[in-house]
């Protein structure tokens, strides 16, 4: 059964969803990518999510942390991010992919969200700052990662056993559920260490 026979309302959904969250962790990695550069030309450059001495992106980008594999990191923002959009655009067209594909492509979201909370926990403990283009990556990372996680077998996008089909579903279910926490562990743990609330009540 194909997954377009199984709730093609919801299948379209999540494609619209994955496209949406994709381009707007593009557009984030794209002007992170853009005040890096800007840095780098204009000694007394003042990058413009540089809000505050907590709210700025300014130490991030030029910290090790922020260009941990030697490069910028928002190069892989900018290469990673087209993957759910051309996911989501093949989604809307119709295709359906192997169950190779999607081991793979979840791999990716792991490991892209893997990233966001080490990035996340670096910001946070170690620099002391609130980078607000990287922490809407960060919104967007999340959700993609656990909206696509179990879905692929929940709704029948291969041919996964009615066993494994069932499980993933039950999971599947409790996704918003995840994200939501995820975002409360993000909020609470920066109040704690930094009192952003406080800042941003000024």
Do not use: H
């Not at 194909?2 to 794209?30: D, M």
């Not at 996340?120 to 990662?145: A, K």
Request: with cysteine; glycine share 6%.
């Amino acid at each position: 059964m194909s997954a377009t026979e199984v709730q093609p309302g919801k299948n379209r959904g999540f494609a619209i969803t994955t496209i949406i969250l994709g381009a707007i962790g593009l557009f984030a990695s794209f002007e992170l990518a853009t005040e890096y550069i800007k840095t780098l030309q204009q000694t007394d450059y003042i990058p413009n999510c540089e809000l505050s001495v907590l709210v700025t992106c300014g130490p991030n980008m030029d910290s090790p942390q922020g260009s941990l594999f030697g490069f910028s990191n928002t190069i892989l923002g900018l290469m990673g991010f087209i993957a759910p959009i051309a996911v989501g655009v093949a989604m809307l067209a119709g295709a359906r992919f192997s169950a190779w594909f999607w081991w793979l492509y979840r791999a990716g979201l792991a490991l892209a969200t893997v990233f966001v909370f080490w990035l996340f926990y670096q910001s946070v403990f170690n620099l002391g700052t609130l980078c607000p283009w990287c922490m809407v990556v960060w919104s967007v990372t999340i959700p993609l990662f656990f909206f696509t996680a179990f879905r692929p077998e929940a709704n029948g996008y291969y041919n996964a056993s009615p066993r494994v089909a069932k499980a993933f579903a039950a999971i599947n279910s409790w996704a918003w559920v995840l994200v939501l926490i995820s975002y409360l562990i993000i909020a609470a743990v920066a109040q704690f260490q930094l009192n952003w609330l406080a800042e941003f009540s000024r």
